[in-house]
T-cell receptor, first 115, second 115 residues
């Protein structure tokens, strides 16, 4: 398997623009997670899905952030409008099974810079 | 509620020396504990995990960790550091019956290995 795939790997945009980050989880995995990593706040869980349904979005910072999972093989994280404080590395991860001890497999991340 | 504290944001060792990365956790339910490693420009990958089967857990690349309930600790060790071990290490906790799949990550410890 190719692992979790994220695109783009790097994104530079200007404040106010819409940004869409994409993720393809590992085939067969039924959980998908979006994380944000910054120096100041470390690794934060933004939202996670089970079988394409959002389960917990309490980590989404504000209404400018939205996430969708239209099918088992694709998810998007959208920021509209983007702000400089959104600059971070965004990771997508996936896992299989009902147990909270199951390993999460991380993608390589998308480094977002908002000017 | 769950939390993880990693003691020391940076640790520096000489090649061949013992590696000790410290992690203390807080959990209101029996915890599952993890160590993940992040190499530059990559996502996190699992080193090892504790799921209550055994208190001493062996992972990949010669790392191991011991769960000590009395000390609420899950420190990561490796007898002899290698240059390739230079990376950032994250301790994480999740719980049984927490009503969700949230895995809480520590702030990370960056390991430097000197030749």
């Amino acid at each position: 398997d190719a692992g979790v795939i994220q695109s783009p790997r790097h994104e530079v945009t200007e404040m106010g623009q819409e940004v869409t980050l994409r993720c393809k989880p590992i085939s067969g995995h039924d959980y998908l997670f979006w994380y944000r990593q910054t120096m100041m706040r470390g690794l934060e869980l933004l939202i996670y899905f089970n079988n394409n349904v959002p389960i917990d979005d309490s980590g989404m910072p504000e209404d400018r952030f939205s996430a969708k999972m239209p099918n088992a093989s694709f998810s998007t994280l959208k920021i509209q409008p983007s702000e400089p404080r959104d600059s971070a590395v965004y990771f997508c991860a996936s896992s299989f099974g009902q147990a909270s001890y199951n390993e999460q497999f991380f993608g390589p991340g998308t480094r977002l810079t908002v000017l | 509620a769950q939390s993880v504290t990693q003691l020391g944001s940076h640790v520096s060792v000489s090649e061949g020396a013992l590696v000790l990365l410290r992690c203390n956790y807080s959990s209101s339910v029996p915890p599952y504990l993890f160590w993940y490693v992040q190499y530059p420009n990559q996502g996190l990958q699992l080193l090892l995990k504790y799921t209550s089967a055994a208190t001493l857990v062996k992972g990949i690349n010669g790392f191991e960790a011991e769960f000590k309930k009395s000390e609420t600790s899950f420190h990561l060790t490796k007898p002899s550091a290698h240059m390739s071990d230079a990376a950032e290490y994250f301790c994480a906790v999740s719980g049984r019956n927490t009503g969700g799949f949230k895995t809480i990550f520590g702030a990370g410890t960056r390991l430097f290995v000197k030749a």
